[in-house]
């Protein structure tokens, strides 16, 4: 089916903002990309046009504890804690709904594509469920029905922790993350992706695809979770699929301090010494990080994902985001822990540390930060061909109101070439009116057209989960 839209301004590659922007596309893909159009009778879309977001790191689960973990203090790992008790009541059913209205409130938010971070893989007690992959295909589905793409990011899982004594057993409610070892690791995702290269294998068209809308990715919890002889399975999984690699790096001074005790090196030595580093790479947080370990990652040209609503929700410390970006990271966007759902928020986060952080202002432009969180978050879950406006590209578009209560006035500066300064640095998820992903639409007027009642699923699901 072929679409037209007409753009009062959209962002365009290499030409930044441009006016009455002709956009055109057939079926999933754009076909032409024409600024200046004088194109009267297509749709219009008033504002400013975006690519669609990328959130490059999610635990959908964790959207149940909005709130919840506010009330008391507490600590990373008391809030950790808390997680693992509605880790401990989902199954595929209750995490198909959660999911779904999760991943809803994605797509209202301008999120095209989600990388799911996935660790809650067996039933409570360790036993797989008769199809070992039933959570993961429950992600797979929340997505469908929600109209956003999805990388599952399968993660390994193994151990439940490092201190100074060694690696700790998985116990309580950790039992269900683990595989036992790498190996049965990578046996169980065979079965989700049994041959990336075989088109007749289970619905895979040979280009990493488990489903039009969804690609599987490998992850490595982190050094705490797995160790370094069961990294290797996961890493010639995702080598042999072409797939990413994702894994959660330094986020806490605790986990270098136990991973210099037991094996001696900081954990991006380590991971770096196991051949996980590479450009298909993400390390999520990388925040406490030597001048060594900033030269490791810059040379292995990985993806660095930032999350820095969760970091400062739970009191992480401020991630080096320019001098990642300066060794030649390309920085990437997740809303991790969904303290919120607001890439904007997120974009606009990696700024701000960095002027808290050094007491000057300045380090990435509107268009650097717009950048991590569209064309290399795509990019980093796999999906080289989205997020960018032009033709052969998904058909993915944003638009974000500059008529609201927060960006009114800003498109009469300069003729509204600074619109990408206003969206950053001024908009909100609240002010995204229309999404449309693959081609289709999935938010019109800021009202979800496949999900009818994305607070009350919320709502309700949450409910069912926290009991
Ligand atoms: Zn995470």
Request: glycine share 10%; charged share 20%.
């Amino acid at each position: 089916m072929t679409r037209q839209w007409l753009a009062e301004l959209a962002w365009l590659p290499g030409q930044g903002i441009c006016r009455d922007v002709l956009i055109e596309a057939n079926g999933d893909r754009f076909t032409a990309v024409t600024p200046g159009s004088a194109a009267s009778s297509t749709e219009r879309l008033a504002g400013l046009t975006l690519p669609g977001f990328a959130n490059a790191h999610s635990h959908a689960f964790h959207r149940a504890l909005r709130g919840v973990t506010q009330a008391d203090r507490g600590t990373f790992w008391t809030w950790r804690e808390r997680m693992y008790q509605v880790a401990a009541r989902l199954d595929p059913d209750s995490y198909l709904a959660l999911a779904r209205a999760v991943y809803a409130e994605m797509t209202l938010a301008g999120i095209s594509c989600v990388g799911e971070f996935h660790y809650l893989h067996h039933q409570p007690d360790g036993r797989p469920y008769a199809d070992p992959n039933a959570m993961g295909r429950a992600l797979v589905q929340a997505a469908a029905e929600a109209g956003l793409r999805i990388t599952l990011l399968d993660t390994c899982y193994l151990a439940g922790g490092l201190d100074q004594s060694g690696v700790l057993p998985l116990a309580g409610p950790q039992i269900r993350f683990g595989d036992g070892d790498g190996a049965k690791w990578a046996a169980r995702v065979e079965a989700l992706c049994p041959d990336g290269r075989d088109p007749d294998a289970q619905g895979l068209d040979g280009q990493g695809l488990i489903a039009p809308h969804a690609r599987a990715g490998a992850a490595i919890h982190s050094v705490r979770a797995v160790p370094p002889e069961h990294m290797y399975p996961v890493v010639t999984w995702a080598s042999r699929h072409d797939a990413p690699l994702h894994v959660h790096l330094s986020e806490q001074r605790a986990e270098n301090d136990a991973c210099r005790a037991v094996y001696g090196v900081s954990p991006t030595r380590l991971l770096y010494d196991e051949d996980v580093l590479g450009p298909r790479t993400s390390v999520v947080h990388a925040t406490h990080l030597s001048s060594a370990d900033l030269q490791l990652l810059g040379g292995s040209q990985v993806y660095a994902c930032l999350c820095p609503t969760t970091e400062r929700d739970l009191g992480d410390g401020l991630a080096p985001a320019r001098p990642l970006a300066a060794v030649g990271c390309s920085l990437t966007l997740g809303s991790d822990s969904h303290a919120v759902i607001d890439i904007l928020e997120e974009a606009r986060g990696v700024e701000y540390a960095e002027r808290l952080a050094r007491r000057s202002r300045g380090h990435f432009t509107a268009e650097a930060l717009l950048q991590a969180a569209t064309s290399a978050g795509h990019a980093s879950l796999g999906w080289l061909d989205a997020g960018e406006i032009t033709p052969g590209a998904r058909a993915d578009l944003v638009t974000v109101s500059l008529d609201s209560i927060r960006t009114a006035g800003t498109r009469s500066h300069a003729g509204g070439e600074l619109a990408l300064e206003a969206a950053v640095f001024a908009a909100s998820a609240a002010d995204v009116r229309t999404v449309v992903i693959s081609g289709r639409d999935v938010v019109r007027d800021g009202v979800h057209q496949l999900v009818p009642d994305v607070p009350g699923e919320l709502a309700r699901t949450i409910r069912a989960v926290l009991g």
